[in-house]
């Protein structure tokens, strides 16, 4: 027997449909994870890859085929007022991200938005609020901090939750690239405040910052930090310095440590420009009743020190956090068969849907992702000021 | 401007029809080979999910649905009949591997068989002489040797290739498992001769051999090998030992060791009761300027020694296989940012489509899996023998 | 033949007696120092293990016949006064420091003192002030920062110094440990600030510190700290907390940022409640050309990233610091039989004796160690003043 | 009040005096453990490094002086017959061990002989049985496996005593270095067979046959083996290729597989060709229980895999060897400040004084020694033989 056209619904779920602002890097990603979450999770909706939005005609139409998507837009209003799309997903830089999500939830759409919630405090302000009065229409909006559905770093917070670590006392984060050494990189749009709002603090910062106060299960009460940018003038195109140059407009590092309400240290640092460094963000925490350690350069393990085992037999255990019973692990390979960096945009996505079906409020939240613009703020403004302690005002937007 | 309806061809590439026998473990894998490679590679054909097939009806609708294959079929000489299939992708276990993969040679069909090619010599060797005299015919047949396609090894065939590792002296391949430790497992159909063929010999030993072969570019001349069976009866059905228990008939570990032609020396162990050992492939080989090694644990990664360098400052590097020139890699992340297993399928995926585009001999091609069974047999046969060496054949099947 | 009597010189350089002040842990690993440098490196003198003090008769002579000190003293004046000392080696805790190094300084004799170098800056002043007047006097004055001679540590400035790193950007050190993680752990010395001045600031920032500006070649230009007492109370006497309790008067935990003079930025973590920690010292720095990477805890490897290789070779490098031609390895084991933890203090111990002979100045001197103690002031003082960033001095005591 | 010439008895006990024959490698790392034992451990006898032996009068004076032996003897049967020698430690190449060893224990002394215990079966044999008529007469002797000191695999050994590991089914040992990969390292002796005995196997393989079967706690029942000499000709005289070439006489590598009498598969591979593998002796066990690796570059660290946890929170744990209650350790530092290989050397001494003094047979004997030296001769013959299983006698030379 043969039953043709069983596709496309992977299953009798109602739609969900889905309109992408964006098709970079992170659209890219988020693309990979919307065609692959259906397909792997059991879901209550069933995502629709519904359109994708760009300026450029061609590039988009391009964009869209290669992607998946099954319609695309020049105009990100057009994309928020289509009828098949409830759910705005947007993948743009840090400048554009209130605009179109404050827009998109006033238009009665749920949204996930990429990280750093927006450029600046005032911005996230905004967005906190809008989806304040989103929520209470039913709606959903969720920041982008895809590093929390790593399955090792949900393993963490699961450990830290359950009591594993105990007290927590130390929190240490870095997150050191280095594709900005080589001074010849030309001035993207990342290297420019307008765009970005900062450098290796919006964009490796910001997911620091959130690891560490969403592992730690408690927020950061103030910090002191300094900034630094090595390289100040860049050639404003790629393939080298005979052209003209232009100035660097943020920072290619920031060292800075804090304080949690709960009382631990935390230090972080972030940077661009450590030399063979390629995308090394490590987490570890130290409680009075165990450890945990991450290296995202090897995102499949969890290194778990249990101190309540006698010291002769304890020691730092690597979990390979492939099993059945680990977060998100349920629905893919056998024990041993890892995951990759794009997978977090599918559990993102099934964690996502799941929230939108319940009507329940998601995590990372738009208040999430406005702490931490917070803490960013607090860190540039202690780096403006010899380092001073900078406290960070907690209460949510919209009391 | 909107633009509807652009997908579902991610570009103008004329479509590939692919159908698929068998839905468990391997074809989720592929599954999601195919439906990734055309919206991350560029294309000369563009892959059609058209079919899958599988014996129970209910059940391979729901995965066909699940999956997202078009149709389904119940009985694979109807999949192979369909005119839109033009490719034959065979995951069921290895019993049924020749008589598919034979017809669908002789039905015109392109094929990409699971590995190990057969459970016999001789069933390999008539589906070799099949894909030989439908290569004359410009078809193409490949055997899924996978891990070929995991970047990292693909970079470390590059780099032998390249001389960097002077004359291989050591190949020495070790594939650990350990879901076999428990004695309540039951006696699934990889544990039974008629179905598997043999046990952690040819699921995993045939992995490390095509490896060992492939990499150091030289084939096994003859084994010595003995194989052990530690836990002989299993309960067959899940659940536990109070029922009904059946015969272990295949091997749990074997460990072999070999010369080839080249020379070299070359050692193997394959099991699936080393507690601990998830999914362990390691694979080291030394040479007389260099050596690599690799663990398919950490499988973004691969150790270059140098031995051309001062030995001063010399040593094992780890290279993060995530930069644009390594294999794979123009298509995904930036670098830092690792694959996972299932991306293995989705790169033979791609090659596949290539050779199909061109007209040209895949590798591996049936030949190749073909000479691995050759190996396993030899392997088996010594095991038999007391160990005795034992040559092995490299002739082709056609000659 | 036979040849009676051969020893005790090693060869026929003439006789340093050293005398030792204190006997525990660090008097241990100093012995054991002693007692082997003669007999693995050609040394200009042959020294000779003359006295060992301590205040407990018993205990002293003891430890003597244990540790093979010729002979036992029970006031360090009385040592220093001895005509067979002309090395006075301090191993007592900082308290004492001060005094005992100026003293045998004026008593002509050379002197040897544990890091750190004294309890507070203007201890460290006198000192460095004595040292220098010394110096005119052809004595050698040098403070123990034993892990400069670890030969992956030595290897790594040779590195640096040969300019295999560029200009150096970041520099990021952590001394983690655990063992004040427990509660009933008693109040001993180290915890007490009369006697160890600080808490784990002084006796790990204290190696983290010179370790930095050695390694990077530059000295810190000002910091910026916080620190923290975790565990406030402890008990009096080992063997818990039922009987008296006594207040923690020093820090379990620092962490503080820094610029060095060139430019860098540099974060360091010192803490001894990091569980699962034992003696995790990690130094990792990043510069345009390479970055280096160590730790204690595998100490006979350093990691090297060559900026300058190709990126799809490059990666951290892990050498194994047992060649021939690696620092102080010519006297030792074939290359793979790794050294330990006390190896430095025979290393120490040549260096030094290599210094006396020449009568030249050794590294790291008084005006080493005084520029450390001024870092671990500003640490204080910018811990108790809200984070601001403090400015260390430089210039030398005797300016 | 000042106590002089308190040493040179660490303590009161009685002394013990040792003659040592050869002072090269061996020699010298011997000597570090016979001058530090007693410094470090409480001992029940006090060694005396009485004097050591060698051929050249000269040469062996200066070694005397230099590592600390009293006096210098140019004829080993009048080391022997020296009265204050009690203990004749054999440090010489394997041609010679059966006749110094038989002598010195009809001579009425104690014998630590290094391994391989002789060059052939017969002559292990005759010392296996001289050693036995010896222990009847209160004399002690040992075989230098020195490898079973390292803390680590002492813990090892400890964790599969008490059960830790389960039912033991595969025991992997690799040792891999690579000295003779450059062609022009000259024919030294351990080159030869007349000297040597044989190549990697005697000198890599001895350890390793030796580490399974104790670790594992069973020896082996047969092997199968391949062994190969990829530099047949090398020059005679260290500097190169211009001059006179010899023959090597002995293997460069040796790869086989055995079974333990437990039933456990075994698999070896021992090499002096592996390029950048400098002391990788690897050893790994799984059992039903849980799982132990080793490797001796980082010979602090014990990984150990408990199978009795929950499969969510299972992993290796990386144990580092240093804690109080870890063998030999409560004799030296604090946790997490490693020793190196030459305390394997003080270890062997510590347990050979306490054997002695105790009258007690020690471990590793004379036939443990005689049972590898079986094993070494069964991989040679199955080498020979075309790789069949060849078995291995058991039964003690004296029966």
Redesign the interface.
Known sequence: ???????????DAPPLGVGMVGYA?MGA?H??GW??VG??FDLPLSPV?A?VCGRD?DA??TA????????????WR?LIA?EDVQLVDICTPGDSHAEIAVAALEAGKHVLCEKPLANTVAEAEAMARAAHEARARGQVAMVGFNYRRTPALA?ARRMVAEGRLGEV??V?V?Y????L?DPAFPLAWRLRKETAGSGALGDLGAHAIDLAQHLAGSPLAGV???T?T?VRERPLREGGPDGEMGQVTVDD?A???G?LDS?A???F?V?R????????LRVEL??????LSFD?????ELE??D?TQA??????????V?????PYLEAW???????????TFTHQARDLVHAIAAGSAPAPSFDDGLQVQRVLAAVEE?AGK????TPVEHHPATV
């Open positions: 027997m043969s039953y043709d056209n069983v596709t496309p619904a992977p299953d890097f990603a693309s990979q065609r692959t397909r792997v890859m359109a005609p988009v139409r869209a085929g290669r992607l998946g998507w099954a319609a695309a837009e020049t105009d057009a289509r393993l006392r130390h240490r870095s050191l690239q280095d594709w050494v002191s930090a300094q630094e090595f590092a060292v800075f440590t304080r009382g240290l935390a230090s640092e940077t420009v450590a030399a063979g460094r390629k995308n090394a130290n409680g009075t009743a165990g450890s995202l350069e090897r995102l499949n778990f020190h101190e010291a002769g037999e304890a020691g730092f255990r690597r979990i390979l492939t099993e059945q019973d680990h390979w056998p024990p041993g068969h890892g995951l990759g960096y794009e997978h202690s010899n380092c001073v302690y």
